[in-house]
């Protein structure tokens, strides 16, 4: 049984910081790509970041393209979002998700496998 399991949002004001982690079970981690997700109130999902099954390749939506950065241990089958320059804009909740082809896709149609999710919230 595969399961994602997010970790670290919370309320932080607007310049600030959070890490974003992302465990993973039940799967060769190793194999997948993973992905960031968001979704704010009333808005569609959205794709944040992603990176390719062994890290060589990055992906990032232009909204946070020098702010976020995604980066994976394999060893530890764990995913991370740093998210630095926070912006009320962000707040959302943030999901990951894992893609058994293994590129760094930025459609989420793409992913097998969603956590449930973790709350930001940035406060201005």
């Known amino acids: 049984q595969v399961q994602l399991v997010e970790s670290g949002g919370g309320l932080v004001q607007a310049g600030g910081s959070l890490r974003l982690s992302c465990a993973a079970s039940g799967l060769t981690f190793s194999h997948y790509a993973m992905g960031w997700f968001r979704q704010a109130p009333g808005k569609e999902r959205e794709f944040v970041a992603a990176v390719s099954w062994g890290g060589g390749s990055t992906k990032y939506a232009d909204s946070v393209k020098g702010r976020f950065t995604i980066s994976r241990d394999n060893a530890k089958n764990t995913v991370y979002l740093q998210m630095n320059s926070l912006k009320p804009e962000d707040t959302a909740v943030y999901y990951c998700?894992?893609?058994?082809?293994?590129?760094?896709?930025?459609?989420?149609?793409?992913?097998?496998?969603w956590g449930q999710g973790t709350q930001v919230t940035v406060s201005s």
């Open positions: 998700a894992a893609d058994k082809w293994g590129l760094a896709e930025t459609d989420s149609d793409s992913y097998d496998y």
